[in-house]
């Protein structure tokens, strides 16, 4: 009889520890949990600096500027291993020399990222000391849905001591500064670089996939200068080296920084290949009467003896108006639109390329939360109309192929509450 009551008493326990179980796994499975891009956030961290732009990076560089830097908050998810959606988010790094008149360039150029990117991004913005305080008001004052999709940090403008006040000068004001942040932004792995007067049509996560192209020599990625060898600039009037048939652009360029640190180059000073910090001095001391477009020149000198270190994308990635003022000369655009816009020249703040103005006032004129399609599309659309009378505005269509479908995406993202 003893025996059948103890059988029946473990019958009883092992009966009450299961529904335990039960109940405990219900529960876990209705608790809410954190999310980014749509699904409910329930704790707010620091976007964390030191992530990695592209494998081995860690954030921005830390000698000297950590009193220099302005930080947003980033609504982090956990990870779950159960889910493999949550994987790590890889967080993409743009950098961009802003000084002079051109705070409202680079606002501009921030926003087109902002309004569409999908992936996390760093945002490394190279100023004058003046402009620290506004770049952090404007940024800070955007709309808190748009702001939790960045993070980014301030730096001072930052020279080698010896001749900085010639670095500075070269070319336009402080836009050598891109050829030594490899240097500055030591943890840094993998790095977007452009000029302010650029502008995006698309998300910056398309652009930044190329890293995953480069094969095992190649360091960095730019556009050709022309498509069209009888109006290029470097093939008929450069007194230097310079890549390929036509040159390279430097306005859109991506860095493997780490690569770049590593590596040592070829060059016509001396029979030792050299490092990227002590080429730079050198070629500045031989080519300095020699070179027009600054940095720029130095680059094309650079890649002229090292072609083997450049990976080079279509024009429709970095479309100047020189791809349309003499006809239109892109086909990838004219294949797939324009993916980055590069306005240079001044064409954004002057009547000569109506085009080019009309969308970067669009952009600008937009306010975040307005519906982007009723908003800046329509009302771009009607303002390229006005512009047939030129060569750029005659393919205006190739300006908002690819934006009208980065809007759609938009509408798409929003209509699935992400």
């Given at each position: 009889?003893?025996?059948?009551?103890?059988?029946?008493?473990?019958?009883?326990l092992?009966?009450?520890?299961?529904?335990?179980?039960?109940?405990?796994?219900?529960?876990?499975?209705?608790?809410?949990?954190?999310?980014?891009?749509?699904?409910?956030?329930?704790?707010?961290?620091?976007?964390?600096?030191?992530?990695?732009?592209?494998?081995?990076?860690?954030?921005?560089?830390?000698?000297?500027?950590?009193d220099?830097?302005?930080?947003?908050?980033?609504?982090?998810?956990?990870?779950?291993?159960?889910?493999?959606?949550?994987?790590?988010?890889?967080?993409?790094?743009?950098?961009?020399?802003?000084?002079?008149?051109?705070?409202?360039?680079?606002?501009?150029?921030?926003?087109?990222?902002?309004?569409?990117?999908?992936?996390?991004?760093?945002?490394?913005?190279?100023?004058?000391?003046n402009?620290?305080?506004k770049?952090?008001?404007?940024?800070?004052?955007?709309?808190?849905?748009?702001?939790l999709?960045?993070?980014?940090?301030?730096?001072?403008?930052t020279?080698?001591s010896?001749?900085?006040?010639?670095?500075?000068?070269?070319?336009?004001?402080?836009?050598?500064?891109?050829?030594?942040?490899?240097?500055?932004?030591?943890?840094?792995?993998?790095?977007?670089?452009?000029?302010?007067?650029?502008?995006?049509?698309?998300?910056?996560?398309?652009?930044?996939?190329?890293?995953?192209?480069?094969?095992?020599?190649?360091?960095?990625?730019?556009?050709?200068?022309?498509?069209?060898?009888?109006?290029?600039?470097?093939?008929?009037?450069?007194?230097?080296?310079?890549?390929?048939?036509?040159?390279?652009?430097?306005?859109?360029?991506?860095?493997?920084?780490t690569?770049?640190?590593?590596?040592?180059?070829?060059?016509?000073?001396?029979?030792?290949?050299?490092?990227?910090?002590?080429?730079?001095?050198?070629?500045?001391?031989?080519?300095?009467?020699?070179?027009?477009?600054?940095?720029?020149?130095?680059?094309?000198?650079?890649?002229?003896?090292?072609?083997?270190?450049?990976?080079?994308?279509?024009?429709?990635?970095?479309?100047?108006?020189?791809?349309?003022?003499?006809?239109?000369?892109?086909?990838?655009?004219?294949?797939?639109?324009?993916?980055?816009?590069?306005?240079?020249?001044?064409?954004?703040?002057?009547?000569?390329?109506?085009?080019?103005?009309?969308?970067?006032?669009?952009?600008?004129?937009?306010?975040?939360?307005?519906?982007?399609?009723?908003?800046?599309?329509?009302?771009?659309?009607?303002?390229?109309?006005?512009?047939?009378?030129?060569?750029?505005?005659?393919?205006?269509?190739?300006?908002?192929?690819?934006?009208?479908?980065?809007?759609?995406?938009?509408?798409?993202?929003?209509?699935?509450?992400?």
């Amino acid at each position: 009889m003893r025996r059948y009551l103890r059988v029946l008493l473990g019958c009883i326990l092992f009966s009450f520890c299961s529904i335990l179980y039960v109940f405990s796994q219900l529960a876990a499975s209705l608790e809410p949990y954190d999310g980014w891009m749509g699904r409910k956030p329930q704790q707010r961290t620091a976007f964390p600096w030191g992530e990695s732009g592209h494998g081995v990076g860690k954030g921005a560089g830390k000698a000297g500027l950590e009193d220099q830097h302005w930080s947003n908050r980033y609504i982090m998810r956990k990870a779950d291993a159960s889910d493999p959606s949550n994987t790590p988010v890889e967080t993409m790094h743009l950098a961009v020399v802003a000084c002079g008149e051109r705070l409202e360039e680079t606002v501009t150029m921030l926003k087109s990222v902002v309004l569409f990117n999908i992936k996390p991004i760093q945002f490394h913005i190279f100023a004058e000391d003046n402009l620290h305080i506004k770049f952090k008001d404007i940024l800070d004052s955007w709309l808190e849905s748009y702001r939790l999709k960045f993070n980014y940090t301030v730096h001072s403008i930052t020279f080698p001591s010896g001749n900085a006040a010639e670095w500075k000068k070269l070319f336009k004001p402080c836009a050598s500064q891109r050829l030594f942040l490899p240097i500055i932004l030591k943890d840094v792995d993998s790095l977007l670089y452009v000029d302010t007067d650029i502008l995006f049509l698309q998300p910056v996560d398309e652009i930044w996939s190329f890293f995953r192209e480069f094969n095992s020599t190649q360091i960095a990625a730019m556009a050709p200068e022309h498509e069209e060898p009888s109006i290029g600039w470097y093939n008929r009037f450069a007194r230097h080296p310079f890549y390929g048939k036509t040159g390279i652009n430097s306005g859109v360029m991506l860095m493997n920084m780490t690569r770049i640190r590593k590596k040592y180059f070829k060059n016509d000073m001396t029979t030792a290949q050299l490092q990227w910090e002590e080429m730079l001095m050198s070629l500045l001391k031989k080519y300095k009467l020699n070179i027009t477009w600054g940095d720029q020149d130095l680059l094309n000198i650079i890649f002229h003896y090292n072609p083997e270190s450049l990976f080079v994308f279509p024009c429709h990635w970095n479309y100047r108006p020189d791809h349309c003022i003499y006809g239109s000369n892109c086909k990838s655009a004219e294949e797939g639109g324009i993916f980055i816009l590069h306005g240079n020249r001044g064409v954004y703040h002057d009547h000569k390329q109506p085009a080019f103005k009309a969308i970067y006032q669009a952009i600008q004129q937009y306010t975040f939360g307005d519906d982007p399609v009723h908003s800046l599309l329509y009302p771009l659309q009607q303002e390229l109309r006005k512009t047939t009378h030129t060569y750029c505005g005659k393919v205006h269509h190739l300006f908002t192929k690819q934006l009208q479908k980065s809007l759609g995406m938009i509408q798409d993202r929003v209509s699935r509450g992400r």
